[in-house]
């Protein structure tokens, strides 16, 4: 590996002179410098991150933290575009990622444990338990960090715009002739279920559509076989819906498999939405209608706010930055 000694030698300057050429201190000449950067390209220096970290205090290294309940890893479609659109974006910042775990060398660490011997410039929490005391420690500390759709006092968030997108949904679902909607949604302490709740019941009521308690139910995100079962428990009411709201379009298959098991068809007996608008969801027959979440421009978002977080942290504001999602009308709702 090529040093600045050896550069300093082949300039027949000193080291000082380098280190000042490389980081374009204002002491020396233009001609020194370019005289001197040039070399050092020609010799195929490379500057020590290591020594720029101990000497800057910055290690240009982002911590991800991914922990899925649903433990699909990076084939979660949802997931996988967030954090292909944070890495594309932090990358181009001049900035690396590096996942968070909580086992190195043998020993057990927290979370900000880990991120402080990786000495991680800031943190970005794209999916994670938030109730859990090692991550609400990483979220209470001076650590910069950004958070994916969940809201805390001291991160920056982003997220989808999940009132609007499932407000255009269930209006959408009115419009084609349905007053009997059921939802089973998300996991409760979700912000992003309670968003979407409460954005449910608000488009049922400027229409003034009431609908009845057994309607609404709860299972958790992708998990199929509990969505089965509560789409069972709604198919055999005496009054069952006449359109089901899945929380993703993962679990939904769990709801098809189960409408198709009673021998019914989708939308002509029962009509079917889904959430995220994942290119699954658009291969089946019929075409899903479900909301595509803008997954590039979310990641993106989080790295833009983090990195400035990082570069500006006495101007930074806690900010919740929400990214519009769109409408894919599909072929699961049928007109009533």
Sequence with gaps: MVSLKDIASRCGVSTATVSKALHDQKDISSDTKKRIK??????????????????????????VLYVDEAAMGLTHEYFAGVLNGFKTQAEMLGYDI??????????????????????????????????????????NSDLPVVTIDYMHYNCSAV??????????????????????????????????????????????ESHHIEIPEDYVREARYLEADEVAVQTESLLDLDDPPTCILYPDDTAIIGGINVIRQKGLKIPQDISIAGYDGTRISQMMSPKITTIRQDTDSIGREAAKRLIDIIKKPKTALVERVVVEGILLEGESVGRI
């Design 38 to 63: 040039s070399i050092a390209k020609e010799m195929g220096y490379f500057p020590n991150a290591a020594a720029r970290a101990l000497k800057t205090n910055q290690s240009n290294d982002i911590g």
């Design 98 to 139: 590096t996942f968070i775990n909580t086992s190195l060398v043998g020993k057990k660490m927290s979370y900000l444990e880990h991120c402080k011997y990786r000495n991680f410039d800031g943190v970005v929490i794209v999916c994670a338990d938030f109730q859990n005391s090692d991550v609400q420690e990483l979220m």
């Design 159 to 204: 997220s989808s715009n999940n009132v609007k997108c499932m407000s255009d949904l269930v209006n959408y679902i009115i419009d084609m002739g349905h007053k009997k909607i059921a939802y089973i949604h998300g996991q409760e302490y979700s912000s992003v279920t309670r968003d979407r709740l409460a954005a449910f019941y608000r488009a049922l």
